[in-house]
Structure formats: structure tokens, C-alpha cells
């Protein structure tokens, strides 16, 4: 009993530190931990998922497992998020926002990033152009909604990094 109690108290911690009393559906552990990603060398590695956690209020919170991708010198990969089955309920109550699920901060399409946009609702792309060796912030916007009469609302939004080697 006493083992049980410990075990529910060390999970009652880390979902406070997460924000929420309750998350429903996988929490990407290293989101937390703010990890650096391997560099994207190829459209095949610069794939990952975006998490969101739900609070008992019903606010949600995006999470990603790394906070800065690379992209390698003299490469070009697509860049793609991709939002994971979030909950055990309805995955479409969830979505990139269709306007700025990511926005790419002091882009310049013939330089940075081009032919930005949903593939869908659960997947947003960039392809990396990459010309010039610079840091960029970007946001990552996700939208749910509890059920299809209730309007999208948004969650609380990241600012990661990327980081472009250049040519």
C-alpha cells in the first residue's frame, strides 16, 4: 500500500510540473527535458511528433520532444510536425491552426524555408532551403475542441528553435 501511495505521489508531481492535474494521452517525456534533436540530413529524419496535453479546465498545451533542430550544412529535407493521437477520445478534436500552425520567424522563402503549410490537420511542413547559416524561432499553433458544436480554440503555443547551417 505504502508502495502505491509513493507511486501515485511521484506521478501527481510530474503531471503538476507538466501544467495539468490530468493529461489524457501520452506526454512526450523528453518535452520536458528540452532536448537538443539529431541534425536533419534527409527528408526520412526530420519527422517528429507534436504532444498536447489537456488540464482538467479543458486548456491544452503543445509540447515538443526537442528544442532546436538542426538542419545540415548543404541540405534540404522537408521539415515535418506531426500532431500524435492525443487522447483515447476523438483525434479530429484536434488540429495544426490552418493559418499559422508554423510560423517560421524572419523566414525568407527564397533563402530559409519554402512551400510552408498544413498536409492536413495533423501534419504541418517546411522545406528547408537553406542558404544562409542562421538561428530562427518559429511557433508551433494547435487548435482543439472538446466536441464538433464547440469552436476551435487554441492551445498554448512553443517558440523552439531551428537552426539552418547554410550551404
Keep these: 500500500m505504502k508502495k502505491n501511495l509513493l507511486i501515485m505521489s511521484a506521478l501527481t508531481v510530474a503531471m503538476l510540473q507538466l501544467g495539468c492535474t490530468t493529461p489524457r494521452g501520452p506526454v512526450a517525456p523528453a518535452a520536458v527535458a528540452k532536448l537538443d534533436r539529431p541534425a536533419c540530413k534527409n527528408n526520412n529524419d526530420c519527422s517528429f511528433p507534436v504532444y498536447v496535453s489537456v488540464a482538467d479546465d479543458g486548456s491544452c498545451r503543445v509540447q515538443l520532444p526537442f528544442e532546436t533542430v538542426t538542419i545540415t550544412k548543404g541540405k534540404n529535407p522537408n521539415i515535418d510536425w506531426n500532431l500524435e493521437l492525443m487522447d483515447t477520445g476523438d483525434p479530429n478534436r ?8 508554423v510560423i517560421i520567424v524572419g523566414n525568407d522563402p527564397t533563402l530559409d524555408f519554402d512551400h ?8 504541418f511542413r517546411w522545406k528547408s532551403v537553406n542558404k544562409r547559416a542562421k538561428t530562427f524561432d518559429y ?17 498554448t503555443t512553443l517558440d523552439p528553435r531551428i537552426v539552418n547551417q547554410g550551404l
Excluded: E, I, L
Design 116 to 123: 510552408g503549410g498544413p498536409q492536413g490537420d495533423k501534419k
Design 94 to 101: 484536434y488540429r495544426f491552426d490552418p493559418v499559422s500552425g
Design 139 to 155: 511557433t508551433v499553433a494547435v487548435q482543439r475542441r472538446p466536441d464538433p458544436q464547440t469552436p476551435w480554440a487554441n492551445c
